[in-house]
């Protein structure tokens, strides 16, 4: 009998696409029309893409029966038993179908189902349907926390509560300027800890007098054990002092027992101070004294009664009062700030109720408060359709609350007949647990179900790396997670279990085929000159591959932060430029120049005194858009005034600019300053013109609020690239689902925890448990030995699963080659745990090497394999394939245009022509005039004579070709004729750079001028410059050229020649 649901545990390389791809496409197969009953969700866009590509792809390669979709075919046939002829006339109905209602091809991410479910349910929830969806959880909050600040009156009871919490802040030497904690803190509102128990918080504060009571009864509970371990050592040396003795009389002195007492007298009672001196005072009173002491006999005495008896109850009573005292004094730490959340919260309501917004984060807890305890999904009855089919990917990254809304919907699935239900995910790669992801959740699937209801598959077979790498992760993770283990056992062997499961199946088999190929190497780098060390080492592997004809793309260097991203950048664009680094942060919009100038631009309209916003706009203006060669210093020597050197469109019109509406203004500032002459900025332009779009939908349009929008957030926000043309330089987050030829890990030497953050504990023991959730600092000093030591654990145990999961994330990426680079001779960093492993790593793998392992201060290095890397081996007979959907992406490039604004009246000239009459003569001379006019225009604009028909295009979008005597036939035809002499031919092929229209500055008698010549170009050994003239040949025509020839002299360019070209005789001459 087959089970309802399918749990897919999946390691790294195993074919998980594959078989999701294989299940939808089977289920298609059986029915072409039940893609409108499944669901299938994922985590990223990105992998929602790839998925449905990937099935849209094999459907047409099964259908067209291709050798690249035979895999396929075969799986499917195994599953179903159907005859490949059937399963293609199967694949290609399902394809067809799939194309002609692609909306009902539910491939999707998990947000976008859920919202999908929310919008649908508009109504009941009384949420309006036009609805705009927040992502900036933070920026929202932030906004809520500057209102309620700038909205507090002097009676209002929220500003005695900041009141307070300054002057505890001051009380402990801490900053009076509380806003950014606040701010900080307030971001809990969103955490998923925080919204389970909203309610019942908001009750216990509403209740009066409830937060004033139980602070007090903390504080209370606190100052009581201070006081009952002050009157224990206060005790002991009265009983001391009654026998006529003193510190000095008692063995060590200060540093022995007495030391011990000292602190207790002085309220000082961590588990620090009972040392091996104290644990060994007990029940042995021979420790208490020096054999020479002529008191001995009655020390000996009193350790064996009275002091002994004060010493035991001391050792016992500590860590009681103890437990009290801190669990109290942590407890008591952010209540203050508490308080406040539920303000901020409902400050963050109002302003999304008033700009009809509804935040992502907010989803999944009101579906879950709608769902609450019942088995009947109502709500997923309003998507629209009956789901029969959930297949759920990723599912390591689900968080507690998503599971708990997808299971009604999964539930209500498996009931169904025929019904064909799939988990897939791999603890091993839970790497998002910052975004709520639980792995727990899959570790332990099998409960959540039925045996007769669950079936597990491990997909243990890698298929992406080679040999050698595949046996090193092996023995690898096997020694880390047993070291992991041991030591989690030592704190809590029930936390420890859930790693030790985690990684049970970590060992992944190796196809048959794969050969003795495959290299690895670990090197541990001395502590000394650590980061220079380790972007030399890099150089020197990155070098090393590419002298062995590795492409550049086939590299990838993975980080565990994106802090890391631009030295590692610097230093290669420093030290090897011949190497291309391609990162998202090098996609950012603050790193177009295009983009960076319209913000310099906005900056200096709002702030004219601004200089160095005014040098920075000179210096794009001037080297990026008019060429212009002269050094920085030159050009501001020669212009004390900056104002010369910018467009008088610009810089004489501010009030005319800042008098336009905001988006009109953004157009015009890049029409005045030509940025369509940069070239590749349009994927910038296009991405800023989008965020400019929902800034003004969302927003007052007002500049300066603009211009903290793009500081804050806009700024960061990258392009989607495809960019390959380089080394890969990404976080180990973002590698997750990829994999490169060749990777590097650098820096592998991360801090494994985080002392101060803070995190969200559910007090277990009276009056503590009054508060349903407590924000705790996390560290295992403060928290072991308190109430909060359960929630430590588990803390920590996430912690250490993160943290080997992200290095398994790295190692696993690899397909020939895999190089880490950490520090040796650390405590608590990862580079730790990679020293301890390697020994029992090299006892395992016989052919490996390891060297530098005696003497600490050298580095240590493991080699595993071979560093010669063959050649891929090419197919001759290969073909690409005929697959439409395999094809490859070509590049498209966008050039962003911007319009003038044409006046709506435009009055035809009859007039005139009545005035004049209309005999042919005149007719002739204005048709005459407005061609050349056009031509003019025409030559202006375009690069290469396939240009043409773009450039007239845009002329009848605007207007100027409307006459019936002008027509862009016309125009075309005369252009054809003139195209046809070699010279003008060469003009305008693909073999110039080109400079259209391009103003030459040059000061004359203390004053700039400017030239404008018509055409100018340049291949790198001959410039050419060409004015164009449509009316009959004057001698000031060739004085003008011949300027241009000697500006150009001066800026230091040789061989320069001039025409003349008049274009209605075609006539031209050379200056």
Known sequence: MVKPLSVYKASAGSGKTFTLATEYIRLLVEDPQSYRNILAVTFTNKATEEMKMRILSQLYGIAHQLPDSENYLKAIQEKTGFEARFISERAGMALTNLLHNYNYFRVETIDTFFQSVLRNMARELDLTTNLRIGLNDYQVEELAVDQLIADLSTTDLLLQWILKYIMENISDDKSWNVISQIKSFGRTIFSDSYKAVRDEMEKKMGEKGFFEDYTRRLREIRQLAEDRMKEIGESFFDALESEGLTIDDLAYGKTGLCGFFQKLRQGIFDESIVGKRVTDSIGDPTKWYKKTHPRRELIHSLADSILGDILRYAVEERPKQWKLYKSADLTLRHLNQLRLLGNIERKVHDLNESANRFLLS???????????????????????????????????????????????????????????????????????????????????IESQFSPQQVETHPLTVNRRSERRIIEFNN???????????????????????????????????????????????????????????????????????????????????????????????????????????????????????????????????????????????????????????????????????????????????FAELLSLPFYELVERLYSIFRLNTIKGQGAYLCAFYDQLTDFVNENTTDINTFLSEWDENISSKTIQSDETNGIRLISIHKSKGLEFEHVICPFCDWQLEKTGNVLWCQPSEVPFSDLPIAPIDYSQKQMMGTIYEADYLHEHLQNTVDNLNLLYVAF?????????????????????????????????????????????????????????????????????????????????????????????????????????????????????????SILHEVFSTIRTASDIPDALQRLQFEGVLYDENITAERITTMLKKRLEDERVRNWFSPHWELFNECTILSIENGEMKERRPDRVMTDGQEWIVVDFKFGAPKPEYHEQVHEYMQLLASMGHQNIKGYLWYVYSNKIEEV
């Open 475 to 653: 023995a690898f993770f096997h020694h880390a997670a047993q070291l992991e283990y041991q030591t989690q056992a030592e704190l809590s062997p029930a936390e420890a279990d859930q790693l030790r499961k985690a990684y049970a199946d970590v060992e992944q088999q190796i196809p048959e085929n794969k050969t003795e190929e495959g290299f690895v190497d670990i090197t541990l780098l001395p502590a000394e000159e650590y980061q220079e060390q380790v972007l030399s080492h890099m150089a020197d592997i990155i070098g090393e591959l590419i002298s062995q004809g590795i492409e550049q793309h086939n590299i990838a260097i993975l980080v565990r932060t994106n802090a890391l991203i631009p030295i590692i950048a610097n230093y290669f664009q420093q030290q090897m430029p011949e190497v291309s680094i391609v990162s998202d942060e090098a996609f950012r919009l603050d790193a177009s120049s295009t983009v960076c100038l319209l913000i310099n631009a906005l900056r200096l309209l709002t702030h004219p005194d601004d200089q160095l916003t005014k040098a920075a706009i000179v210096k794009t203006w001037q080297y990026d858009i008019l060429r212009n060669s002269t050094t920085d210093n030159e050009l501001l020597l020669a212009n004390r005034n900056l104002d010369v050197l910018l467009p008088e469109e610009f810089i004489g019109h």
């Open 362 to 444: 907010d989803t999944q807890q009101l579906l879950h408060s709608l769902i609450g305890e019942s088995d009947s999904p109502f709500i997923f009855e309003k998507i629209g359709t009956q789901l029969e089919h959930v297949m759920i990917d990723e599912f390591q990254d689900t968080s507690t609350v998503q599971w708990q809304n997808f299971r009604v919907l999964l539930a209500e699935a498996m009931s169904h007949e025929n019904t064909s239900n799939l988990i897939v995910g791999d603890v091993k790669q839970s790497i998002y647990r910052w975004r709520s992801g639980d792995w727990r959740l899959l570790n332990d």
């Open 812 to 932: 696993t990426r690899a397909c020939r080659s895999l190089y880490v680079i950490g520090k040796r001779g650390t405590k608590n960093s990862r580079s730790t745990l990679i020293e301890q492993c390697l020994p029992l790593i090299s006892n395992d793998l016989s052919s490996s090497t390891l060297e530098g392992i005696e003497d600490e201060k050298t580095e240590l290095h493991f080699i595993y394999g071979t560093s010669t890397f063959k050649a891929p081996q090419q197919d001759l007979f290969s073909q690409p394939s005929i697959n439409p959907f395999l094809q490859p992406s070509a590049p498209v490039n966008v050039e962003v245009e911007t319009f003038g604004r044409k006046v709506d009246f435009r009055q035809s000239n009859r007039s005139k022509v009545f005035a004049e009459g209309d005999d042919e003569e005149n007719l002739q001379r204005r048709n005459y005039i407005q061609t050349g």
